[in-house]
């Protein structure tokens, strides 16, 4: 009995001790949790701008582009009506040969906006990075055409291909659109002033919108692959303004955008309801001696 109770009372004790100590005992600090390292999160990029759905090749392209003014056969600078083989009337605008009879007498594809100004900066223009088959090297628009997709893409749309007459659209070239000093006459009644020397064409007063609102366009679409600088959107928007798109026009940003997709943002489309007016048939003349030639190719 004795033993028993001995036992109870150490153990008593010993309980009793081990609770003061733990009382006088801190509690352990809880360990900090395991974080794993957390990788930076990838900038978000955001998605590509639409792009038009071009034609592969220039020839679609003058194709497509034939099809739809089929309506509408006027050339674009001069005013000009031309048969279905592309043969100028030149009493239908008063226009006049300056040089060239022969190129006066047809009309071609031109861009309104040069292939140079989306295309001089890249590798396939500035160098010799394509081979003919006799192993010679080339460069330049040809060389962009075959290698570049990308200015393929950019060269043919249709949005940008207009009819001119030939003499014109080479007389054109790649000058840019501006203010001509004087009222030099080149071509008869047609209105296009050419400054060789100063590099600068001046168009007329009926399609200066017309013009400004294909480099606006262009802008818009590709960005800066068809660069545009300050002063060239000032004087765009303002020929935008005082020249504002007519039912052809409209219906001709209409059936092209059917085709390619993009909408023209500087015209108010509905492609259900657009506008056939102002497309009377080509006015009729005289046959003339020179014989047609085919229409050619944007250069």
Not at 68 to 93: E, M, N, Q, W
Not at 112 to 136: H, L, M
Not at 225 to 253: G, K, S, Y
Request: glycine share 6%; net charge negative.
């Amino acid at each position: 009995m004795f033993v028993v109770i001995a036992w109870a009372v150490g153990c008593g004790a010993k309980a009793e001790a081990e609770a003061t100590a733990s009382a006088k005992t801190p509690p352990p600090k809880p360990r900090p949790a395991q974080t794993r390292p957390v990788a930076p999160a990838e900038p978000v990029q955001a998605p590509a701008p639409p792009r038009p759905k071009t034609n592969a090749t220039l020839a679609e392209a003058t194709t497509l582009a034939t099809e739809i003014h089929a309506s509408k056969r006027v050339s674009f600078y001069c005013g000009c009506s031309f048969t279905d083989d592309f043969r100028v009337l030149p009493r239908s605008c008063g226009y006049k040969t300056r040089a060239d009879e022969n190129r006066s007498r047809i009309v071609q594809w031109t861009h309104v906006v040069p292939p140079r100004v989306f295309g001089a900066g890249r590798a396939c223009w500035t160098t010799e990075a394509c081979t003919r088959e006799d192993g010679s090297k080339y460069g330049g628009i040809e060389c962009c055409r075959a290698q570049d997709p990308a200015f393929a893409a950019i060269e043919n749309d249709v949005n940008n291909l207009v009819p001119a007459i030939g003499e014109v659209a080479e007389d054109r070239s790649d000058y840019p659109f501006g203010e001509v000093a004087g009222e030099p006459r080149l071509y008869g009644a047609c209105d296009l002033e050419v400054d060789a020397a100063a590099g600068v064409v001046e168009p007329p007063d009926r399609v200066r919108g017309d013009i400004a609102r294909v480099h606006l366009y262009m802008h818009a679409a590709w960005g800066d692959d068809v660069p545009l600088t300050p002063a060239q959107v000032e004087q765009f928007e303002a020929w935008h303004a005082a020249d504002p798109p007519d039912a052809w026009e409209l219906e001709r940003a209409a059936k092209i955008q059917a085709v390619q997709g993009l909408a023209h943002p500087w015209m108010q489309i509905d492609p259900r309801t657009a506008s056939a007016a102002d497309t009377a048939a080509p006015a009729k003349e005289p046959s003339e001696p020179a014989k047609a030639e085919p229409a050619q190719a944007p250069g």
